[in-house]
């Protein structure tokens, strides 16, 4: 898998934030596929696409990125994955990191520091393939 890009699901309703993210992922080099709501993002996973990691905000049209990662997980599909969101309560980061998600970024938020977070929860994945 060394040549193969990694691939990012961005799950986010709100075009700037998409465009930003994406511009700065690709430029990183990711491969990254985006969907507007959480209903597209379960979508895509539950038909067999495979995703490195899955980026999802958290207040969607249709499913929110909770919900999303919730059934997920709840059927064992459950990609890696980081909550992107607004939403900055101590009950609503819990509840994220409890569903599953590895990492919690609250907006606004550094792009370095996003970036960092993103290769961390990576090569956090990475290791545990390599050391399972």
């Known amino acids: ?9 961005l799950a986010e309703d709100t075009e700037t ?5 994406k511009v700065l992922l690709e430029k990183n080099g990711y491969d990254v596929v985006h969907v507007p709501n959480g209903l597209d993002a379960y979508a895509l996973i539950s038909k067999g696409e495979h995703f490195d990691l ?32 607004a939403k ?8 994220g990191l409890n569903c599953g998600a590895l990492d919690y970024i609250t907006k606004p938020f550094s792009p370095n520091v996003f970036l960092a977070r993103v290769k961390t929860a990576l090569s956090r994945v990475q290791q545990n393939v390599s050391n399972g």
Do not use: Y
Not at 1 to 9: D, G, H, Q, S, W
Not at 17 to 21: E, F
Not at 54 to 82: A, C, N, R, W, Y
Not at 88 to 95: A, N, Y
């Open 17 to 21: 934030v998409v465009k930003i993210l």
């Open 88 to 95: 900055q309560r101590d009950e609503d980061v819990l509840r």
């Open 54 to 85: 899955l980026l999802t905000d958290v207040l969607m049209p249709g499913m929110s990125g909770f919900e999303l990662i919730e059934k997920l997980h709840s059927e064992q599909k459950l990609p890696p994955s980081i909550i992107l969101t």
């Open 1 to 9: 898998m060394a040549n193969a890009k990694t691939r990012i699901l």
